[in-house]
């Protein structure tokens, strides 16, 4: 099938079929219940098991029977999936709107062996060779031990994966590797901190990351930043040799006064270029064969995503139980709960992610959904999160499906706390689904509530690639599903518009032309402060 002409899934058999189960076996007193379907199938765990490169899925607790799944599979079948899946891997445009390819997966392709497909070689050759200076360049500033903090300034996807990375891989950077720090937010307090925490402005290396070199945030912080370094005596003659960028528009980085800059195309996303040069702080912390590990793990499951059968293909069935989840059972939101220290931030990359590519009400021709798309994607690390939230998560109205994320052997030697954190894991999700009966309503617990596993052996540079890819994968066959372009975001187009019309007001003192809502806060915000006041 061609992937241009594909049928969005609201117009294929599947879909209705789909319609038809989910009405007759997933609502009503007689709505499928994961107890039941355990006592009919205690091997329901072999049954529903997914296996993929470094990830293991337990699907058992999720809401879904076997002839939905088979559904499903079919709707897959009549969308294209494979056809689309293969376009965007051989660098056809799929992002329509922009007419781009979406070049990702090529960043972790291995660099010693050329790409099959001719399109891809040149920009193969290119980015591997972006990549390698990258790598070296973070040898040599490790080497020469010239930096002792280095000031990672980027927002969004040039900020969250090199955050999570470093985070998730603390325990392999490296003894002569410089404090990391990473600023993102508009707001002066995250700067200021970091600023007021660094050694000295002549042992700091300033990173630029950022795709478009356009972004509000970033600017105002390198800015700022700049400023910083002159003020502290640094001289301006050595402005260049601490201020590298990350960037596709070398042009506009160099314009700003930055030295060095490494590059990467227009093709990879934000939200999907950790694996360029924008790793560069996660290659200064754990080195390049740590760097070139995590490719690893990526490349092996776009490995898998491209080859294995649709009925064994993670990213395809998570993927696939989103679209379950979202439009028959209309869940409107997804709880990530990560029980390691190291992905806490999962669930802020897994948000941008998913809620950046498909949060969209118009297909990828223009047409307006008749059918939700991307959920609310939320959550926080366990075990923290079970003194937080679980209570809604079990007694709560709605219901909100779980993903418990686990790794099996921590890094740490304290084993008594490993063991206890897995237990928590575990037992959270069959109080989810096994529920609990008293006397007292207040205690009732009403079960039958769907979480599913992500297991990891170790989190490791490969394993953490793999992961994050996983996902990736997964937000694809969803979109794909949904008929939309998950490589756009228009969406965050207007605020940053606005954004400007209102710092113009604030510093002209005129809000003559702005919404009464916008000019009354506008004008409360900027009201000098009370004379009395003590500070
Ligand atoms: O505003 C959204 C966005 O464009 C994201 O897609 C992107 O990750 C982020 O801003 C940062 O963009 P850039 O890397 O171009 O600074």
């Known amino acids: 099938m061609d992937w241009q002409s594909r049928p969005r899934c609201d117009e294929t058999p599947a879909w209705r079929a789909l319609g038809a189960h989910a009405a007759a076996h997933f609502s009503g007193p007689q709505a499928f219940d994961l107890r039941q379907a355990f006592a009919q199938d205690p091997a329901r765990p072999w049954h529903l098991a997914v296996q993929g490169p470094h990830v293991y899925a337990d699907l058992s607790r999720a ?143 300033f990173v630029l990351a ?48 930055a030295g060095r800059c490494f590059t990467f195309p227009e093709g990879v996303g934000g939200r999907l270029s950790l694996w360029s040069v924008i790793g560069l702080p996660v290659a200064l912390a754990v080195g390049s064969a740590g760097f070139r590990a995590l490719l690893a793990g990526a490349h092996a499951m776009d490995q898998h995503f491209a080859q294995a059968p649709l009925s064994a293909n993670l990213p395809v069935q998570l993927g696939l139980l989103d679209v379950w989840y979202r439009n028959f059972l209309h869940f409107p939101s997804r709880c990530v709960v990560p029980y390691h220290h190291g992905l806490r931030r999962l669930p802020a990359y897994l948000q941008q992610l998913e809620m950046e590519s498909n949060g969209k009400r118009v ?70 689904m096994l529920g609990h009966t008293d006397e007292n309503p207040q205690r009732c617990f009403p079960g039958n509530r769907p979480s599913i596993f992500l297991l990891l052996d170790r989190l490791t540079p490969a394993s953490l690639g793999a992961l994050i890819a996983l996902h990736e994968h997964r937000m694809f066959t969803s979109g794909s599903l949904w008929g939309l372009n998950s490589f756009d975001q228009w969406g965050v187009e207007l605020g940053k518009r606005h954004s400007l019309a209102i710092e113009q007001a604030l510093n002209q003192g005129d809000c003559s032309g702005l919404d009464p809502a916008t000019a009354h806060l506008l004008a409360l915000l900027t009201q000098p402060p009370p004379q009395d006041d003590p500070r």
């Not at 969250?160 to 325990?171: D, E, S, T, V, Y």
């Not at 508009?186 to 000295?200: I, K």
């Not at 356009?214 to 002159?230: I, K, P």
């Open 63 to 205: 809401l879904i029977d076997a002839p939905a799944r088979a559904l499903l599979l079919r709707l897959a079948e009549e969308c294209g999936l494979a056809a689309h899946r293969d376009a965007m891997l051989a660098g056809q445009h799929v992002n329509v709107s922009e007419d781009r390819p979406a070049l990702h997966p090529l960043m972790r392709w291995p660099a010693e062996s050329p790409h099959p497909l001719e399109n891809l070689r040149q920009i193969q050759r290119q980015s591997a060779s972006e990549l390698s200076n990258m790598l070296s360049f973070a040898e040599q500033v490790r080497a020469q031990g010239r930096f002792d903090d280095v000031v990672h300034i980027g927002i969004g996807g040039s900020d969250l994966g090199p955050r999570l990375a470093l985070q998730a891989l603390a325990p392999d950077i490296l003894p002569d590797a410089p404090r990391v720090h990473f600023v993102a937010n508009m707001d002066g307090h995250e700067l200021a901190g970091v600023l007021g925490r660094l050694r000295s402005a002549t042992r700091t290396l």
């Open 210 to 257: 950022s795709k478009s070199f356009g972004t509000a945030e970033t600017l105002r912080n390198a800015q700022s930043a700049r400023d910083w370094f002159l003020a502290q005596g640094g001289p301006p003659q050595a402005l260049a040799e601490h201020f590298v960028a990350l960037t596709a528009r070398p042009d506009l980085a160099r314009a700003l006064g």
């Open 363 to 432: 297909d990828a021709r223009g047409r307006a959904v008749p059918f939700d798309t991307a959920p609310v994607i939320w959550g926080e690390e366990g075990s923290g999160a079970q003194h937080a939230f679980f209570q809604l998560l079990h007694q709560g109205t709605r219901v909100v499906p779980v993903e418990f994320v686990a790794v099996r052997r921590a890094a740490h030697d304290l084993p008594e706390h490993q063991a206890r954190l897995l237990a928590n894991a575990l037992a959270q999700a069959r109080a989810l």
